[in-house]
């Protein structure tokens, strides 16, 4: 029952893409048929010169060919004037041509009007996912699906889709016409048909196994190849290239190994195929030519019926190709289906626009990832509206988790306590709201391979050089960005690998900083400049947004001495919570930092 729930799922995901080109398909259709009908004439007119009006026989044609050939004087007349034949030899190719002509264009350009719709559908889903899925799934398996498996798709519905209508006209009217010259003749020319078709479908499982294995560590290759890529700075830093060489190398072949696999199996199929067919063709060439001997066939006759066979035989072999590209697809659908059919980021039924300006409130958190042990354990704390919160803890403590349940980038179950803002619960506030209201810069910082005004102003693209800046001064970055040469207009390399982990924190902080939101929210992203640009930007960031709700996640204590409450977390709790000046003597792990930190302790 699921499966088949699933498969109408994937069929309705199908339509869905076709929408915009199914109009290209039906043209393209239309056109496939008229040239195989024009495939199915030239026969009949060879065949009429040749027993007809050369050999002087009655023939059996349509009432209307008939009326017109005596119209014109006979086939006695046309035997004297053979060029009128070849005239409509001619006539019939060009219909031929146009047609194929017009196939190829409508078919064209419905097979790009559904790619393009199948990667904006496709884009425009993978945008709206929760952070959770992305962080399970791994970008170069994703980038493979939006590219190569649509590819698939598109070869699929284009060329082995569209070609079916034809196949089934050529096979219906090749029997018929074959039927119509030599019923045993025709019996003998189907009878491997059924072998033919049986054995295409005994491999179909193999194939598509086959290209799943493939289509899959296609995907970790390419995830492979895009983490090196991306992350070229540590490899070069560690001297890991000979390692990564090699790792990628193994998977590389592993990866040849099964398409070496996969081709003995396709050349398997396609040898037996061609076997199959030859033999069927052997059979009609050596009973046509007994039966022309004994009178049984017209020579006419014989070479029509060669005619078709050929062209019966096409659709027979194709059928092989497309049960190929058929396994091909369908694991593409799979893949792609698996991204469609992944539950985008919704908002309760009763979600509002609530106002974003009061209190924070962690009502006793429980949180965890997925398959991994709990996380944070009671969170429970207010911070007051327009005040400053510092957040202090070791590394896995849960500081970062918590400033992402805050912005739904993770969603809290009930039964997991709650967080609220101004006594509204956050999954009762709609996620875009929220989001907009919140400015956050990440423990590592993300910057867009533009330029550094473009990635200052990204939530604002029309915003003034000037308010640049200010948010640039404010992060302690104008100076730095000025001594460039193109100054604001320097290109920022692929996730900022141009410019230093302190400038990279500051350029993120500045794109926050362009912002007029009511909770501001910097984890960690301090941690590559010095102590007193450090306190440069607190200071900036106090004057910028002095009645905004800031929250600090630091390891440093300066960072945090100036907060009007900090907690300290350890192993996911809250251990210790009051002001610096309380802290700081309370004989706990924040009196233990800060005398670490400052050297305190050593002066007593």
């Keep these: 029952m699921k499966e088949k729930t699933e498969q109408k799922a994937k069929l309705s995901l199908l339509l869905r893409f076709l929408r915009g080109s199914k109009r290209y398909f039906a043209l393209g259709i239309l056109a496939a048929t008229v040239t195989a009908l024009a495939d199915m004439i030239n026969p ?10 050369i050999g002087g026989q009655e023939g059996e044609f349509p009432q209307f060919v008939m009326d017109w050939v005596n119209s014109i004087g006979g086939f006695a007349y046309l035997g004297q004037n053979l060029w009128i034949m070849a005239l409509a030899v001619v006539v019939v190719a060009a219909f031929q041509v146009l047609s194929q002509y017009a196939f190829r264009v409508f078919n064209t350009k419905g097979a790009e009007t559904l790619v393009k719709t199948m990667r904006d559908g496709l884009y425009s889903h993978i945008a709206r996912l929760p952070f959770s899925w ?22 699929f519905l284009s060329e082995q889709l569209t070609s079916i209508f034809r196949i089934v006209i050529v096979i219906v009217l090749s029997a018929i016409f074959m039927l119509s010259m030599d019923p045993m003749l025709t019996l003998i020319a189907w009878i491997p048909m059924p072998i033919i078709v049986g054995y295409s479908f005994v491999f179909h499982k193999k194939i598509r196994d086959g290209f799943t294995d493939c289509d899959e560590n296609e995907g970790k290759l390419s995830a492979m190849a895009q983490e090196n890529l991306t992350g070229v700075r540590v490899v070069r830093a560690f001297g890991l290239e000979r390692a990564e060489v090699d790792k990628f190398k193994k998977q590389n072949d592993f990866y040849t190994g099964l398409w070496e696999k996969m081709g003995k199996i396709l050349s398997s199929f396609w040898a037996t195929a061609d076997i199959l067919s030859g033999l069927q063709v052997l059979l009609i060439v050596v009973f046509g030519a007994v039966f022309c001997v004994k009178g049984q066939l017209l020579p006419g006759e014989y070479i029509a019926f060669i005619s078709y066979n050929s ?18 697809a369908g694991v593409s659908i799979d893949r792609v289906f698996y991204i469609m059919n992944s539950a985008a980021e919704k908002d309760e039924e009763d979600a509002t626009d609530a106002p974003m300006d009061g209190d924070i409130c962690f009502e006793h958190v429980n949180f965890s990832y997925e398959n991994s042990p709990q996380m944070l354990h009671d969170i429970h704390f207010t911070m007051k509206a327009g005040t400053t919160l510092g957040i202090l803890g070791g590394t896995g403590s849960g500081k970062s988790t918590m400033m992402l349940l805050l912005d739904k980038l993770y969603l809290l179950k009930p039964e997991d306590g709650r967080i609220t803002i101004g006594g509204t619960d956050i999954n009762k506030i709609r996620t875009a709201h929220l989001r907009k209201n919140i400015g956050m810069v990440l423990q590592e910082p993300f910057l867009f391979s533009r330029t550094i005004r473009e990635n200052i102003g990204i939530a604002s693209p029309d915003m003034e050089l000037e308010q640049i800046r200010a948010a640039a001064k404010a992060a302690a970055l104008d100076e730095t960005v000025m001594s460039f040469t193109q100054g604001y207009e320097t290109m920022v390399g692929e996730r900022g690998v141009t410019l230093s982990g302190g400038q990279k924190q500051r350029a993120a902080i500045a ?31 106090s004057q910028r947004f002095g009645k905004a709700s800031v929250i600090l996640v630091s390891h440093r204590i300066t960072t945090l001495s100036a907060a009007d409450k900090i907690i300290v977390l350890d192993r996911g709790r809250i251990v210790e919570e009051g002001a610096h000046e309380e802290l700081k003597s309370a004989g706990g792990i924040y009196q233990k930092i800060y005398e670490a930190q400052t050297g305190a302790g050593e002066e007593d």
């Design 311 to 328: 062209m019966l035989i096409w659709p027979i072999r194709q059928l092989g190709r497309m049960i190929a590209e058929m396994s091909k």
């Design 511 to 541: 794109r926050t900083l362009t912002q007029d939101v009511p909770i501001m929210i910097f984890d960690d992203s301090l941690s590559a400049v010095d102590a007193e640009t450090d306190a440069k930007i607190r200071s900036a960031i």
């Design 44 to 53: 009949q007119i060879i065949r009429a010169a040749v027993d007809c009006a």
């Design 134 to 155: 992305h962080m399970g799934n791994r970008t170069g398996d994703i980038i493979q699906r939006c590219t190569s498996d649509i590819d698939t798709m598109k070869n």
